[in-house]
C-alpha cells in the first residue's frame, strides 16, 4: 500500500505537529513493506521540514497559497506533488481533491465552536476544509470520542465512518528533565484564549492561594504571569519538576499534555470535561473549570499516577490508522 501524507504541519510546535511526526515514525517504523510517502509545503520552511522527514517531497508554497488552491479553488489533485497513492491523508489545513482514498485527522473543532477565539482567516480556513471533509473522505479519525461526536453532529457525517484513535505522548516529552530548578511551583500550559481559562485559574490562585497554601503558579503560554513559549527541554524540565500540573481548560479535543505529566509522574488536576476523562481516566483529579474554589482544591488534593499512561502508544495508533487505510481500498 501506498499512503501520501500531508505532513506540512509538523513543523509548528503545536500537539497537531507532535501527532503529525510521531504517527508518521510509528507508521514507518511498524509496517516496513508498506510505503508512506511525507509531502510537505512551505515557502520558510522547507529546511525543518527535510529534517523531520528526510525523504520528504517538498514544494516551496505557502500555506495560504494551497488555501487557495485546494480549498477554494479545489483544483490540482495531490496525486500532482505525492506521486500514485493508494490512500491521501490530509493535514488539518487543507483538503486537496484526488483519485486516492482519502482519510483526515480531526483534533478538535475550536474554530468552528470558539470562533471569537481565533483570527477569521483560520475560522475561514478550517469552515472551508471542514466542509470537504464531510463531502469527500472516505474515513475521519478523531482524537477523542467527544471530538468524533462534535464533528458528527455539526457536519452529519456518516459515524460509520468516523474512527476514534486517541493520540500517544509526543515523542518531545520524552526528554530527560534537570533536576536543578529550585522552590515550589505548580504549572500550566496554554495561551490567553477563553476556553484555556488562564485567567480563572490566575484568580483562582490569587484568592485562595493563602487558604490553601498553594505554591506559586507558572503558565507556560502568553500573557500574565506566562513565562512565554519555551523549548521543549525547558518544558519538561518546568513539567517534570512541579508539585501540580493543573488544566483548567473549558475546551481541548484530547489533551496531550496530561500523558506527558503521567510520564514524569507529576499529580494531575484538570477540568472535568468528556475529552480529559477520556485521557485520565481515575488517575487524575478533576475540578469544575467554572469553580475558582474548586480549582484551587483540587490542586492541593492531586496525587500522581501513570497508571493510565499505559493505555496510549503510538504503535496502537499506527495499527489503528492502518486498519481505516485497508478499509477504504
Partial sequence: MK??????????????????????????????????????????RQDDLVRLFPHIKKYPIPPTLLDILWNQWHSLDFETFSGQVDVYHSSDWTQAPGKAKKVTTIHDLAPILYPNEHDPQIVAVHSRRLALVAKECDAVI????????????????????????????PSRFLLKPNKNIDGDYIVAIGARQHRKNIDRLISAHEKYQKKYKLPKLIIIGE????????????????????KCFVYPSLYEGFGLPILGAFHHHVP?????????????????????????????LAITQAKSSSNQLQKFSWT?????TMKVYKSIC
Fill in 223 to 242: 500573557g500574565k504571569l506566562g513565562t512565554g513559549y519555551v523549548s521543549d527541554q525547558r518544558l519538561v524540565d518546568l513539567l517534570a519538576n512541579a
Fill in 142 to 169: 478523531c482524537v477523542s470520542q467527544n471530538t468524533a461526536h462534535d464533528f458528527e453532529t455539526l457536519y452529519k457525517y456518516p459515524k460509520s465512518k468516523i474512527y476514534v484513535i486517541p493520540e500517544a505522548l
Fill in 3 to 44: 499512503v501520501g501524507i500531508d505532513v506540512s504541519q509538523a513543523v509548528y510546535g503545536t500537539g497537531v505537529s507532535d501527532y503529525t511526526i510521531d504517527l508518521f515514525n510509528a507508521l514507518k517504523s511498524n509496517y516496513p513493506l508498506d510505503q508512506f510517502i511525507p509531502v510537505g509545503f512551505s515557502l520558510r
Fill in 316 to 320: 496502537r495508533t499506527a495499527t489503528e
Fill in 268 to 296: 494531575i488536576a484538570c477540568s472535568d470535561i468528556a475529552p480529559f476523562r477520556e485521557v485520565g481516566g481515575n488517575s487524575v483529579t478533576y475540578f469544575d473549570p467554572n469553580s475558582e474554589e474548586q480549582i484551587a
